[in-house]
């Protein structure tokens, strides 16, 4: 059964499926990057569709970066994105880890009610976000656009299952050494969770650098504009040049990719128990 399994026929098969779904999962993406390198004399809408452009060229890319402060656009997300990640990170982590490694009245209770909020759609609270905003004198800042993720009922859940998960031998030797609760959550307890905080980075980096409602609601000056607000005025700007349009959502999401192709290597399972011996 597993010569049969393994043979160069099931093989090729597997193989073959695999390329198959890659090709469907990124073909968007490669008709972007093919729409944004195609001149101005290529129609992008002929019948049938010509993935590669007969003349690649990068004057769409460099007629939207100098007719639009994409510079600022970029800076803008990027401050936005590593705020909101690292904030995000710090609350999640402190409200988990009592959630999974502290005995106390409710915590169960109060674990089932943080996660029951994420059957909640973000358009319920947006009004009541927003008045607060605004109330708080946040409209049109960075923290304004960061407020409503700095922390996250999935972020709670995910570090709270990670630091469930780590061995109790761990923590009692560090309480021998005399470690405090806050050094133990700082030395110990981080650095165990180290995939699952990545992950929660990468999820929140991401869903923080694409977000358009909130911003679009927050912000009205121009030069706050992340990178999607950016986007979405190039519609406006060339009356809806696709070519133009294309390279402006190429050069938001290189970021994105840039940092999961760097980060993917630490998304791995730590295992905290190599230096205990049972």
Do not use: H
Request: proline share 7%.
């Amino acid at each position: 059964m597993n010569s049969d399994s393994n043979s160069p026929g099931k093989i090729l098969q597997m193989y073959g499926l695999l390329g198959a779904i890659a090709i469907v999962t990124l073909f968007p993406l490669l008709w972007l990057v093919s729409t944004a390198l195609k001149s101005q004399t290529e129609n992008i809408f002929q019948s049938p569709p010509q993935l590669l452009p007969a003349q690649p060229t990068f004057e769409n890319f460099i007629t939207v970066w100098q007719t639009n402060p994409f510079g600022q656009y970029l800076f803008n997300s990027t401050v936005v994105a590593l705020l909101t990640v690292g904030l995000n990170l710090l609350f999640c982590a402190l409200a988990a880890y009592p959630l999974a490694r502290l005995s106390f009245p409710g915590r169960d209770w109060i674990f089932i009610a943080i996660v029951s909020t994420i059957m909640i759609p973000f358009q319920i609270v947006m009004i009541p976000l927003y008045i607060l905003t605004v109330q708080l004198g946040l409209r049109n800042t960075y923290l304004g656009v960061i407020f409503p993720s700095l922390a996250s009922a999935f972020g709670i859940f995910l570090l709270r299952q990670a630091f469930a998960s780590v061995p109790k031998e761990m923590e009692e030797a560090a309480r021998m050494d005399g470690c405090s609760e806050l050094g133990l959550w700082w030395y110990v307890m981080l650095p165990a969770i180290r995939p699952a905080l990545v992950t929660l980075a990468i999820f929140v980096f991401i869903g923080s650098w694409s977000d358009f409602l909130w911003p679009l609601i927050v912000i009205q000056d121009e030069n706050l504009y992340t990178l999607p607000l950016g986007v979405a005025k190039l519609a406006g700007t060339f009356s809806l040049d696709w070519r133009l349009v294309a390279a402006g959502s190429v050069i938001s999401i290189a970021p994105v990719l840039l940092l999961f192709l760097f980060l993917q290597r630490y998304i791995v399972p730590t295992e905290t128990s190599t230096g205990i011996k049972g």
